[in-house]
T-cell receptor, first 113, second 112 residues
Framework: EAQVTQNPRYLITVTGKKLTVTCSQN?????MSWYRQDPGLGLRQIYY???????DKGDVPEGYKVSRKEKRNFPLILESPSPNQTSLYFC????????????FGPGTRLTVT | AQSVAQPEDQVNVAEGNPLTVKCTYS??????LFWYVQYPNRGLQFLLK??????LVKGSYGFEAEFNKSQTSFHLKKPSALVSDSALYFC??????????FGTGTSLTVIP
């Protein structure tokens, strides 16, 4: 089944403790992206990657890191999480071309205390 | 700056009535516009998109959207709403560089 998977689905952590949210897709998509969803703000793009070893900042990259060492994986790293990073995070992937639709993972709900 | 706006946080409609969820955009050049739906505790699912050509775009589950360049709008429509259409709807725009802009979302409730 074609899908985007994220792990973990739920995470509660404390301020400053480094964490990684994994994202994997099995559709051989070149493009992958991370978003955060907050009430009243919709989805905001954090980082995106147009291919292996190519990443770019989205609208809200501060406090996040990403890497794209393999085509199928695009982990999101929070080196020192803070409470304002409490949010619902989505990974997405698609084929190349801005006109192509994205396939979204199920989401990761992160709480930073 | 590129942006997409959804002016209504909440839309209520009776089952069987037509529904409209509004979206306006500010994207330079020729916009690529999308509608996604989010059901509770799920990721977003693609509904339809406008690339170029016909201003009326048909998508999944009987939804359609009308692209209006003069009004910079891309409203989502359905002739007859179902209770199962109740969900959160997002409009999104993209520019050539593959950066995406989402609206704040509209919660649609279809009343039986």
């Amino acid at each position: 089944e074609a899908q985007v998977t994220q792990n973990p689905r739920y995470l509660i952590t404390v301020t400053g403790k480094k964490l990684t949210v994994t994202c994997s897709q099995n559709m051989n998509h070149e493009y992958m992206s991370w978003y955060r969803q907050d009430p009243g703000l919709g989805l905001r793009q954090i980082y995106y990657s147009m291919n292996v070893e190519v990443t770019d900042k989205g609208d809200v990259p501060e406090g996040y890191k990403v890497s794209r060492k393999e085509k199928r994986n695009f982990p999101l790293i929070l080196e020192s999480p803070s409470p304002n990073q409490t949010s619902l995070y989505f990974c997405a992937s698609k084929t190349q071309g801005a006109w192509n639709e994205q396939y979204f993972g199920p989401g990761t709900r992160l709480t930073v205390t | 700056a590129q942006s997409v706006a959804q002016p209504e946080d909440q839309v209520n409609v009776a089952e069987g009535n037509p529904l409209t969820v509004k979206c306006t955009y500010s994207v330079s050049g020729n916009p690529y516009l999308f509608w996604y739906v989010q059901y509770p505790n799920r990721g977003l699912q693609f509904l339809l998109k406008y690339i170029t050509g016909d201003n009326l775009v048909k998508g999944s589950y009987g939804f359609e959207a009308e692209f209006n360049k003069s009004q910079t709008s891309f409203h989502l429509k359905k002739p007859s709403a179902l209770v199962s259409d109740s969900a959160l709807y997002f409009c999104a725009g993209a520019e050539r560089g593959n950066q995406f802009y989402f609206g704040t979302g509209t919660s649609l409730t279809v009343i039986p």
